[in-house]
């Protein structure tokens, strides 16, 4: 592994440590401003693990208030981070506590701020902007923080720069602003926190990260914050504590021979074994059998035939598709042929209220109906709606031995939260965004619990109508099987959303088929499309027993390729063209991943459909790492076992358009 280790990124964490009134974060208590954390009085306890060391400040006020510092820092890449806490431990309502934010402050000429904007709209767009032009502002408001905007940055300045992210499932804003000889950053998590607190009432903070480095080069940040991201904030893979690796995923929904709305609605306790055992006998078996929407009864007690989306709520298996301990035994099943299940929830909203009170036990008081909106929210800021939510989910996942969790949410919840600060009175504004996404983070946290109980998975699947809820603390508990809903269409928005989306999040997955509508049924699955959908998490789409013309070899090929590829998935990730939209299809695509240690991997070329030019050349990058511009490296072409070698440059000649290449890399 590369060295980043970072003296002065450390001094400045010491230096915190031992002056915890130099953190760089300020809040207004009462009308008087703090910045800081109080420098008396303080209690402190440092705990360090091979990765990490953590210090937990306390400081207790006179009337009551408790405030709580988490400071963090990873030796091996100069990484801070931190979180504030704040409790009422005493009788009465505390004074307001407003404008909470994170100030970092930047010395250094030609600031340039990179990152990419969200999901939806956006489609993980990438900017570059020179602040020395103006000002920059980000706002999310719709309390799924990754659409439209993203809260990861890259701040380039002077000689070298920093990655900055805040973690918060929830409403945030950044600000970076250029005065000529300083570049300021502004973060807040809570857009407009302003609130007292009842006695016992705790809240905090976003998780806010400072990842400085040394070198002023895009590669080098990149897979600067790769290497971090993958060492010490990838979930677990099981209870062994190892981290998540890459693996392959399916649906059989579409395998039933009968209606399917979308998801699992269709599977019935005789249509999955078919699949799977045609799977395995073409040697096609996937790591993941992935189980979606509407395997659950309806609230008045029926058996949805194809409204998966108006019949959440119950958690409760369909008797009808599901009768004794079908589904147990399907589970079962993939467990002995070597493959984990994964389900689908929907915790955040309910349908029928009545009849969930009538036949689930449902408190009427836990839906949230607003005028004008037509999904009713389910409140699981209260306590017993907590508990009979997350009670309903891990009682179904442990009955049935079901690995993995899988998590929708298809509302924005930021207007819920602020209908809901109206009824709290004056002075309360933020108080439900901070109950509801710390709730949703304990929620995955138990649910972890409930899997790891019996030999499950160590990590769940965000998902938020697709990219919305990839904050780094949610990514702390769970990977993007697919990072966007739109990367189930074109092979070309899947190349445009690798070029951007990689470098910030490794752990991601995209389907493997090219489609017309994000679900429909048909689609091509050539060898483009497969080398262009190769992440950590392949979703292979397909039938294999409904579809007469399957062709089981480009399954096979593509799975095995995969499966050659996959150990340097998580590795430095290099884009080696410019990106392009997804209706830009007149250009190349060309990426590499690399083992640094090995000094391995591989790249991926694309000529594009619209694509003249026969002929790329393009730098690599990792070929010069070391600055040694003499090394030489191996390139093996895969399809044709040519084997050559350069100094640092690779030219490759297409065929044909919507031609894909797999070149290995080796130094020699």
């Not at 000429?109 to 939806?120: E, K, N, Y």
């Not at 096609?284 to 309806?298: E, S």
Request: charged content about 25%.
């Amino acid at each position: 592994m590369k060295n980043y280790t970072n003296p002065a990124a450390e001094a400045w964490y010491r230096s915190l440590v031992s002056e915890p009134s130099r953190v760089p974060f300020a809040y207004t208590y009462g009308g008087t401003r703090v910045s800081g954390f109080p420098g008396t009085d303080v209690s402190a306890v440092t705990v360090s693990d091979d990765k990490c060391e953590t210090t937990t400040f306390i400081y207790e006020k006179l009337d009551g208030l408790r405030v709580k510092l988490i400071l963090s820092f990873y030796p091996a890449y100069g990484v801070t981070e931190w979180t504030f806490w704040f409790e009422n431990a005493g009788k009465t309502d505390s004074a307001v506590l407003e404008d909470l934010s994170t100030t970092l402050t930047f010395d250094g000429a030609s600031p340039v701020l990179r990152g990419i904007l969200g999901d939806h709209g956006n489609q993980y767009r990438p900017y570059n902007v020179d602040l020395t032009a103006g000002e920059v502002h980000f706002t999310s408001d719709s309390g799924r923080p990754t659409h439209v905007n993203f809260p990861y940055f890259n701040l380039e300045h002077g000689d070298g720069g920093a990655m900055l992210a805040i973690g918060w499932a929830g409403t945030w804003s950044a600000d970076f602003v250029y005065d000529g000889s300083v570049t300021t950053c502004t973060m807040r998590s809570t857009n407009n926190l302003r609130t007292y607190l009842k006695p016992g009432e705790k809240i905090r903070t976003a998780l806010f990260v400072y990842a400085p480095y040394t070198v002023r080069d895009e590669h080098y940040a990149t897979n600067f914050w790769r290497s971090w991201f993958v060492n010490c904030n990838l979930p677990a893979t099981d209870a062994s504590g190892a981290h998540v690796e890459p693996f392959s995923t399916c649906c059989v929904s579409n395998d039933t021979g009968l209606p399917n709305s979308d998801g699992s609605i269709s599977e019935r306790y005789y249509t999955w074994k078919p699949s799977l055992e045609k799977m395995i006998a073409e040697d096609v078996k996937v790591d993941i059998r992935w189980f979606d929407a509407g395997w659950y009864t309806a609230p008045d007690g029926s058996s949805p035939v194809s409204d998966w989306w108006g019949t959440v709520g119950t958690w409760e298996l369909d008797p009808v598709k599901w009768p004794d301990k079908t589904f147990l035994e399907s589970t079962e099943f993939a467990r002995e042929n070597g493959m984990r299940t994964l389900m689908w929830f929907e915790p955040e909203r309910v349908t029928d209220v009545e009849n969930l009170v009538k036949n689930y036990g449902y408190d009427p008081a836990w839906a949230i109906r607003r005028e004008g909106v037509g999904s009713i929210s389910n409140n699981i800021g209260i306590p017993a709606c907590y508990d009979w939510t997350v009670g309903r989910i891990c009682k179904v996942l442990a009955e049935n031995k079901v690995e993995i969790y899988r998590e929708d949410n298809n509302s924005d919840p930021g207007a819920l939260w602020k209908y809901l600060d109206t009824l709290e009175g004056d002075n309360r504004t933020g108080i439900t965004e901070c109950r509801f996404v710390d709730g949703h983070y304990r929620m995955w946290d138990d649910i972890i619990a409930c899997t790891l109980s019996f030999g499950g998975s160590g990590f769940v699947d965000s998902c938020a109508s697709g990219g919305g809820r990839n904050d780094l603390e949610s990514l702390r508990r769970g990977v993007p099987l697919l990072r966007s809903d739109a990367d189930r269409t074109t092979t070309a928005l899947r190349l445009s959303m690798t070029t951007g989306f990689n470098k910030w999040i490794p752990f991601c997955g995209a389907n493997t088929k090219e489609k017309v509508g994000e679900l429909d049924a048909t689609g091509r699955t050539d060898v483009y499309t497969w080398r262009a959908s190769y992440l950590p998490a392949l979703n292979v789409d397909s039938q294999f027993t409904q579809d007469p013309d399957q062709d089981f070899s480009i399954l096979r090929f593509g799975l095995h390729e995969w499966a050659k590829l996959k150990k340097y998935l998580l590795k430095d990730f290099y884009v080696l063209t410019p990106w392009h939209d997804k209706n830009d299809r007149a250009g190349f695509t060309a990426y590499a991943f690399v083992d640094e240690d090995e000094q391995r991997g591989a790249v991926l070329a694309f000529r594009m459909e619209d694509c003249e030019d026969d002929t790329l050349t393009v730098k690599l990058p990792f070929a010069d790492s070391d600055g040694d511009c003499h090394c030489s490296w191996k390139l093996t072409d895969e399809d044709t076992g040519e084997t050559w070698t350069t100094d640092g440059e690779m030219t490759l000649t297409f065929a044909e358009k919507r031609e894909a290449r797999l070149i290995w890399v080796e130094k020699e």
